[in-house]
């Protein structure tokens, strides 16, 4: 018993030591505001051959997939609702790709939107969709406990009903609210402001 209080305690003043650590170097990780209030987002960008997906056409370009990890990684930590500047540093990006890049950029975006508006779509019908089996499967149940029938079925119908009901419930307001997020965070990209250094 004293083993594990001992244990214990050590493992919470190590817990405090870490804490103390990560906020010493909180101070290191400013975040950078500009205009308007936006977070700066600073990319160095040293050779620009990948910046453009491969498969992309030329008449609507799409960002690579590094690019959109790189931009998610960075603002991750962020709340939804805020705004952002992508400053891109380099030396390589001419004029004419300096527009072909900002439109792969927002094509990205418009793109993850709309897939995103058709997820919440589908997930909202099927929703939908599963409530009306939980409420009948619930309204079959109290059928048979109103009519005194086998207490056996009762029971698996019962226990569907709400199985059904539940899974409507979490995707309506857990999965559903996440894409509402999701969504949100998408519009601030789609307007987010990017300039070249």
Request: with cysteine; hydrophobic share 40%; net charge negative.
């Amino acid at each position: 018993m004293v083993i594990i209080e001992v244990r214990e305690i050590k493992m919470e003043d190590k817990l405090k030591e870490l804490k103390n650590i990560i906020e010493s170097h909180e101070s290191d990780y400013l975040i950078e505001r500009g205009y308007e209030n936006r977070i700066i987002i600073n990319m160095n960008i040293d050779n620009d051959d990948d910046f453009l997906d491969k498969f992309s056409k030329s008449d609507y370009p799409i960002i690579n997939s590094d690019i959109y990890e790189y931009i998610n990684k960075y603002t991750s930590s962020f709340k939804p609702n805020e705004k952002y500047i992508l400053r891109i540093h380099s030396n390589c990006i001419d004029d004419v790709e300096k527009d072909i890049y900002s439109k792969a950029i927002k094509n990205y975006y418009i793109a993850k939107y709309l897939n995103n508006n058709v997820n919440l779509k589908r997930n909202r019908i099927i929703s939908l969709i599963l409530g009306i089996i939980g409420g009948l499967i619930l309204g079959l149940v109290i059928f048979l406990e109103y009519n005194q029938k086998s207490e056996f079925w009762m029971r698996i119908f019962d226990i569907v009903s709400w199985v059904f009901i539940w899974e409507a419930v979490d995707i309506l307001f857990f999965k559903c609210n996440e894409l509402k997020i999701e969504k949100l965070r998408t519009l601030n990209f789609i307007d987010m402001k990017i300039e070249y250094k």
